[in-house]
């Protein structure tokens, strides 16, 4: 069945096409080539997310995105520093550079990025999340929760304070967690709250897809990939944040050697097909939450048009043609 559909919209990517966005050395090339194969997927705006580290390296990295000043690119996302520093919910991201939220540092961040951050992710019991939410909140920042050991009334103070979205919600938890109350259940039973999930297979089971989605509802609910370098790439040794990655042959990205998960290396239009297939859901739903919802909670426009092939007996997706307005 061939279809036309609008543009792709991921709200979190680190990287694509053998190309680490959190790589301060990335050259301008590289980075233009990375923007036209993710493009090839669909995608025709999407965050550039910058993760953990050192004020320099993220300074170095926002200006070179940034600079770049293509049209697919919808603002940055700033996932961290202000996160849970514990092994489990901190991830794959660097220990040591993971700090304390406050305004004077965002502000140093934000003038680095040109005033170009639309999203942050924070784990509100960080000392000083909570104000920096309702400040961000105010500037017209999107808050989003995640990287977070955070209890119940926690998260309950977050979205009192703005925050509206769960990222990658499932992950960037403790592996074992109190039956109830948890983190968890209380950002999925918050209306106040959109949840991105990674639907990639090794994120998320598909049964968990199934059920998150039933509880925030599709309208809640954004898909993202939380892309790196590796996405779009065959299985072996890639970089994240200048730490070593690995994808193996089926598709999981995680450091060497280690059981956690580092990304994702899947693409949002095969995101949409699992959607699809996990959650029991229509082609148009499972779309709209990788297109135009997450355009909606930003408050922008999708782009371009994506003409597709979809399979319903395969619930395979096929890209044929990404167009950049509507043929007359």
Known sequence: ??????????????GFGGVDFNDPDAARDGLLRAIGRIRSTGVTRFLPTLITSSFDRFRRCARALVGLDHAAIAGLHMEGPYIAADDGPRGAHPRQHVRSASLDDFERRQDAADGRIRLVTLAPEVPGAIKLTECLVDRGVRVAIGHTAAGAQQIRDAVAAGATLSTHLGNGCAQELPRHPNLLWEQLASDELHASLIVDGHHLPPATVKAMVRAKTAERTILVTDAIAAAGCVPGRYELNGEPVELSADGRVSPPGKPWLAGSAITLDQAVANAVNY????????????????ARYLGMPTAGHVIADWDTAACRLTILEVLDSRAP
């Open 279 to 294: 959650a029991g859901i229509s082609l148009e739903s499972a779309w709209a939450m990788a297109s135009t919802q997450p």
């Open 1 to 14: 069945m061939r279809l036309e559909l609008p543009g792709l919209f991921d709200l979190q990517v680190n």
